[in-house]
């Protein structure tokens, strides 16, 4: 586990950056808060807390590789995996999809494998 506490500043706003472009590459956004004060939507600040807190929810947030939809996989299930080298996640709707048309493909070919 990362230890925030015993982190240097560098340390820190590496981690930080790291967290931000996760975030980022999972197709999520940060965006300043229309309900917070300290945020200013219109100049497209958005204030550490807020940042923080999209942050977490992102980080416990997976981007379903087939519907895009966002979902929890501690929450909600679904999956997360790799096809080869390629990064996937399901959402439950989908991977339980998935797992019927496999039954299909796996029903029909059977004689071919
Ligand atoms: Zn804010
Ligand atoms: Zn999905």
């Not at 982190?7 to 930080?16: A, F, I, V």
Request: contains cysteine.
């Amino acid at each position: 586990m990362i230890d925030i506490d015993k982190m240097t500043s560098d340390q820190w706003l590496n981690y930080r950056e790291d967290l931000i472009d996760a975030h980022l590459a999972k197709g999520l956004s940060l965006t300043p808060d229309p309900n917070c004060k300290t945020c200013d939507s219109v100049n497209d600040y958005i204030c550490f807390e807020c940042e923080c807190s999209q942050i977490d929810k992102g980080r416990s947030l997976e981007v379903c590789s087939v519907c895009s939809c966002e979902f929890s996989p501690e929450d909600e299930g679904g999956v997360i995996g790799e096809f080869g080298i390629l990064p996937v996640a399901f959402c439950p709707t989908c991977l339980c999809c998935m797992m019927d048309m496999a039954d299909q493909f796996r029903g029909e070919d059977d004689e071919n494998v």
